[in-house]
């Protein structure tokens, strides 16, 4: 039968210079250790040996006639409070080596909670925009208007033209734009336009009285800037609404025109017209064109499809425009230089049994930019 000093595992020890009492394993009998109470090493005897002489410090005895300070006083209240707690310093080795490890532990388990919380929510949310974005909405229809007019989109200033033979082309286009602003019947501006025989009949089709309000002109060529591409130029002018639009001016046999079509942005057939009747067969319409991704409805394959946004010259009605991807016509309609719009010429249709008015079909490019050039 073991004895109770045979299974006990700990042994308590005297420190013999400061009498700092510490525990420390039987496995340590008979070696050295460190004090936690004065730092010095003491050798630790074994059960056969004796145990050191105590060294007692010797402290003055308190006379009859001595007081006590109150910070005397204070002192001994908080060593009585502090009796039987253990401070940091107080811990042998291999007790703050295991709470080291402890608090190590306990900081890497924080840690690999906070990224698991992370990964969670992270996930959660991704999960949340694909469901969310199953259906994609409809983009907000834009709120800048686009210019009215506007000449070819790769038109450019010739480089060889004079300063003094641009002069003379403003100084030649000037009145020509302020009569045709001017003007408020038919017969006025037949003379001031390009192929007056062929564009009377849009004219009236448009306005089937022959009159038409007048726009006026309170500033010619504000910008300074004058656009010129061949026989076209296209110059900025302010009108009394205070609307600042392009107007393309042409060399028409020496003289110069002004291209009526591109100004009122003429189709062959009305926008409220084309969205309520859904047409079958081509329409040929001037609009403003941007890329867009919008697959939805009638149009949700995005490897077949490739989608665009078309806007029509007052800026009013918009629609989704699409044409099948890797044909000539998608080539056709990608632009040489890429810009955020573009102006172009093309034939709309409504696929066999349209239900929505706002996705149509391309059927053909007609021209890159609002003036056809003769």
Not at 117 to 126: E, Q, S
Not at 258 to 272: N, T, Y
């Amino acid at each position: 039968m073991q004895t109770r000093d045979a299974t006990r595992r700990w042994s308590a020890f005297i420190c013999p210079q400061c009498q700092f009492v510490f525990r420390v394993p039987k496995a340590h009998l008979g070696q050295r250790a460190l004090c936690p109470g004065c730092q010095a090493w003491v050798r630790i005897p074994d059960l056969t040996e004796e145990t050191p002489e105590l060294k007692v410090p010797q402290t003055a005895p308190i006379s009859e006639t001595q007081t006590l300070k109150p910070a005397d006083l204070t002192r001994i209240r908080r060593k009585k409070r502090s009796k039987g707690k253990r401070s940091a310093k107080d811990e042998v080795g291999w007790e703050r080596d295991a709470h080291r490890s402890s608090s190590k532990e306990n900081r890497q388990l924080r840690l690999l909670m906070i990224c698991g919380a992370v990964l969670f929510f992270g996930a959660l949310a991704g999960i949340s925009f694909l469901f969310l974005n199953k259906e994609k909405p409809l983009p907000p229809l834009p709120t800048s208007q686009p210019p009215v007019v506007a000449a070819d989109s790769t038109q450019q200033k010739i480089a060889d033209i004079t300063p003094t033979r641009e002069q003379e082309l403003l100084k030649e286009a000037e009145p020509l734009v302020a009569n045709f602003l001017n003007a408020t019947t038919i017969q006025e501006i037949l003379p001031l336009i390009r192929n007056p025989e062929k564009t009377e009949a849009k004219i009236l089709a448009m306005y089937p009285d022959g009159t038409f309000p007048a726009l006026g002109l309170t500033k010619f060529n504000e910008q300074g800037k004058l656009a010129m591409k061949g026989k076209l130029l296209a110059i900025p002018v302010r009108l009394r609404s205070g609307e600042l639009r392009p107007i393309a001016v042409l060399f028409d046999h020496d003289q110069l025109k002004i291209d009526w079509e591109s100004w009122v942005g003429w189709s062959e057939m009305s926008w409220p017209d084309f969205l309520e009747k859904k047409p079958a067969t081509p329409v040929e319409f001037r609009v403003d064109v941007s890329d867009v991704d919008y697959y939805n409805f009638s149009f949700t394959d995005d490897k077949k499809w490739q989608s665009y946004q078309l806007r029509s010259v007052d800026g009013e009605h918009l629609v989704y425009a699409y044409v099948l991807r890797d044909s000539e016509l998608h080539g056709k309609l990608k632009p040489l230089v890429e810009t955020k719009t573009r102006m172009q010429i093309l034939k709309l249709k409504y696929p066999e049994g349209a239900l929505r008015e706002d996705q149509v079909i391309i059927d053909s490019f007609v021209h890159d930019g609002w003036v056809i050039s003769e």
